[in-house]
């Protein structure tokens, strides 16, 4: 199995289950504004994500961060929420919202 395949297999897997979003990101994260100014949580990442204008939620950048971050909290595997921090760190670089 090919690591494309792999990865669409796991992210299959972990969509079954009901994600355990309240873990903690491997690291927290303050913004440079807005009301979700600190994400501390999977959650805190999810909802600013489900609240960002649509034509935002689309670029790949972010739909990337998303799915990541639903397969960390259905697996709950520190791997998996290292890999959902790191993306949601670089779709935030990327829009310049994280405060150096």
Known sequence: MG???TQRHAV???EAATPDLSQPLA???TLTGGPRSHLVTLMDAA???RDMEAFRQVRPVWDSAAELILLAGSTGDASDIAEA???LHVALNHDNW???
Request: proline residues 6%; aromatic residues 6%.
């Open 27 to 29: 690291y927290p994260m």
């Open 47 to 49: 909802i600013l994500i």
């Open 98 to 100: 994280l405060k150096n």
């Open 85 to 87: 921090t790191r993306q």
């Open 12 to 14: 299959e897997q972990a």
């Open 3 to 5: 690591k494309q395949s």
